[in-house]
C-alpha cells in the first residue's frame, strides 16, 4: 500500500511537474511510477499508481488534492434527491486510463510480479462522498446512514455496482488480484456493519464471479473479523492492532490473510524492523495462504532503506 508514493525521492520529482491527479489520468507516467517502485523495492506484486477517489470524477462531485489538506471533493452528497439524480456512470470509459495504466504495468513486468488492481469498498467510497473529504468521526455519513436508510441503500447499491464494473475492467486490462479497500470501516459497531456494509461489500466481490482473487482490506476491523471473514473475498487484509495468529483463527484457515507490519515500524532501526518481520511471519507460523505487507500505507517521511530491509527480511525469513 502506498507502494509508489512520497517517500520515494523519484516519485517527488515526478510530482514537483505534475498533479496528483493528472499523474493518475497519465497512464505512461503512472505505468512508470508503478514500475519503478515495484523493481526499486524487489516487491513481489506491484499495486496499480492509482487513487480510490477515481470515480467520484464521473459521478460528477468534483475532486482536487490540497496540498496538506488531503482529498476535497466539491459537491458532497448530502440528500437523497442528490442521490436520485447520481448519473448513470460509464465507467470503463471515464476511467479507461487505469485500465491502460494495468496494461502498460503488465506488458513490462516480468510475469512472476502480477499486478493488483484496486478499488475503494463501497462504505469507505461512500464515507468521502458524503463527508467531502477525510473525516475523523464520519458524523455526516453516519448520520445519514441511521436517519436516511432507504437512500443509504440506493447510494451504496449504485457505489457497489458501479465499483464491480471498475474492478471488471480492471482485470480486463490484465490485473492478476483486486483488492477492495475499507479503510474506515473501523468507525463502525459490529451490529452497523453487519447491516449498512456487509452486503453492499458482499454484492461487489459476487459481481466479480471468481475471475482473480480478491483481497478485502479495513482498518481497525478487530471486532468485525467474524462479519468480513463472510463477505466472499479470498483474502482479508489486517492492520497491526491486532495478532496476525489470533486473527486467522476467527477469520478461518481457508480464507487467507495479508498483513500487518505496523507502517510507523519502519522508521525503527534494521535490527528491530527484522525482528519484527520474524515475530509476524512466527505467528504465521508457515502455513500457506498468507501475504506479508504492512498494516497499512507506507507514511510520507518513511525511510526508502527501510522498506528495503523489511523486503529483503521477508524474503530472506520468508523462505
Ligand atoms: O502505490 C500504491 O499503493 C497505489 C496507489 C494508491 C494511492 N492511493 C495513491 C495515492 C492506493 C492503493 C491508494 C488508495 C487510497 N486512496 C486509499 C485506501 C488506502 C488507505 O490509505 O487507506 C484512500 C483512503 C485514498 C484516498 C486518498 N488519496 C487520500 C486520503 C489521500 C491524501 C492523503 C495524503 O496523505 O495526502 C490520497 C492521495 C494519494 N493517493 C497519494 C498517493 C501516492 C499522495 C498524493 C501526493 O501528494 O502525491
Redesign the pocket.
Known amino acids: 500500500?502506498?507502494?509508489?508514493?512520497?517517500y520515494l525521492p523519484d516519485?517527488r520529482s515526478i510530482?514537483e511537474r505534475v498533479s496528483?491527479l493528472d499523474l493518475c489520468r497519465n497512464s505512461e507516467l503512472a505505468a512508470e511510477v508503478?514500475i519503478n517502485?515495484a523493481r526499486f523495492l524487489d516487491v513481489d506484486a506491484a499495486?496499480?499508481?492509482?487513487?480510490?477517489?477515481l470515480p467520484l470524477v464521473p459521478m460528477g462531485l468534483g475532486l482536487r488534492?490540497e496540498k496538506g489538506d488531503?482529498?476535497v471533493i466539491e459537491r458532497p452528497l448530502r440528500t437523497a434527491a442528490a442521490i436520485d439524480a447520481l448519473p448513470q456512470v460509464d465507467v470503463r470509459d471515464a476511467l479507461s486510463f487505469v485500465g491502460k495504466t494495468i496494461e502498460l504495468t503488465c506488458a513490462e513486468l516480468d510475469d512472476a510480479v502480477p499486478t493488483i488492481g484496486?478499488a475503494?469498498a463501497p462504505f469507505?467510497l461512500a464515507s468521502y462522498a458524503i463527508e467531502g473529504g477525510?473525516s475523523r468521526n464520519f458524523v455526516a455519513t453516519k448520520t445519514f446512514m441511521y436517519t436516511q436508510t432507504r437512500a443509504w441503500d440506493s447510494l451504496m447499491t449504485y457505489v457497489a455496482d458501479l465499483t464491480a464494473r471498475y474492478l471488471m475492467m480492471q482485470i480486463d486490462a490484465g490485473a492478476s488480484a483486486v483488492q477492495l479497500?475499507d479503510?474506515w470501516v473501523g468507525c463502525l459497531t459490529p451490529d452497523d456493519y453487519r447491516r449498512f456494509v456487509l452486503p453492499y461489500t458482499r454484492r461487489v466481490v459476487a459481481s466479480l464471479g471468481s475471475r482473480v482473487p480478491v483481497i478485502y482490506f479495513g482498518?481497525d476491523t478487530t471486532t468485525q473479523l467474524e462479519s468480513i471473514r463472510t463477505c466472499g473475498a479470498d483474502v482479508i487484509g489486517l492492520d497491526w492492532r491486532v495478532d496476525l495468529d489470533r486473527a486467522w483463527e476467527v477469520i478461518g484457515e481457508e480464507i487467507a490473510v495479508q498483513g500487518n507490519f505496523d507502517p510507523v515500524n519502519l522508521f525503527a532501526d534494521p535490527e528491530t524492523i527484522r525482528l519484527e518481520v520474524r515475530t509476524i511471519l512466527a505467528r504465521a507460523g508457515g502455513r500457506s495462504g498468507h501475504i506479508f505487507n504492512l498494516g497499512?500505507?507506507v507514511l510520507?517521511g518513511t525511510p526508502v532503506d527501510n522498506v528495503r530491509t523489511l523486503i529483503d527480511a521477508v524474503h530472506e525469513y520468508g523462505k
Open positions: 500500500m502506498r507502494q509508489a508514493g512520497r516519485y510530482r496528483f508503478t517502485a499495486i496499480v499508481f492509482a487513487d480510490i477517489l488534492f488531503g482529498p484496486f475503494g469507505t477525510s479497500f479503510s482498518t497499512h500505507g510520507p
